[in-house]
């Protein structure tokens, strides 16, 4: 399966495509959440309380070309 978040402006849809083919399907959205640190280094060092259980294989971060 792959997952992705699509983000605009302040918005977010999260996608996914159960074979890895074809076109995303919506799964949820909201708003972008505001960060609760104000500072950035001290969020990406904090860490995490409990496992969620997910592992991601192949994670990237991209631009995608505008509409």
Known sequence: MQFRFVVE?????AQYRPDGKG???PAFGGNVPVPSC???SRA?????TRS???RFKDFRIVELPRR
């Not at 990406?44 to 995490?48: F, I, L, Q, Y």
């Open 9 to 13: 402006g302040k918005k977010f849809t």
């Open 23 to 25: 076109d995303y399907l």
């Open 38 to 40: 104000k500072l950035p």
């Open 44 to 48: 990406t060092t904090a860490r995490p």
């Open 52 to 54: 969620t259980g997910l």
